[in-house]
């Protein structure tokens, strides 16, 4: 670890900013373990998310998710689509959606326009 010099002003305040990380922190930890003073960058998290931290093995599982990186290819299904028809369920209502909406208001008229091409 690279050490810095750091002056104290005439209030006793220390300037920080050459030791923090790049990455965004919104505070820090500070404790003492001996006559040294720690302090640790802190990040935030809204509470929603939280269980994540509090549940190990959940945590575990994402973190092995991202470390694989990338998608999972899994071949065209093209070969399997005869016709629109086979999306039938496409625009029926058979199906519950979340709150995301369709990506096009045209979906049902694109994947017709597609398949006679």
Same mark, same amino acid.
């Given at each position: 670890m690279e050490a810095v010099k750091l002056t104290v002003d005439s209030r006793k305040r220390i300037s920080l900013t050459k030791l923090l990380p790049e990455k965004k922190i919104s505070s820090v930890r500070a404790y003492k373990e001996g006559d040294r003073i720690i302090l640790e +960058?802190? /990040? $935030?998290i809204p509470a929603r998310e939280a269980w994540l931290y509090e549940n190990k093995q959940a945590l $575990? @599982?994402?973190e092995k998710g991202l470390s694989e990186g990338g998608t999972i290819k899994r071949g065209s299904f093209a070969k399997d689509v005869k016709s629109v028809k086979d999306f039938e369920f496409v625009g029926t209502a058979r199906s519950k959606q979340g !709150?995301? @909406? +369709? /990506? !096009? $208001?045209?979906h049902d008229e694109a994947l017709e326009e597609a398949f006679q091409k």
């Open positions: +960058p802190m /990040v $935030e $575990e @599982k994402v !709150s995301l @909406k +369709p /990506v !096009s $208001e045209r």
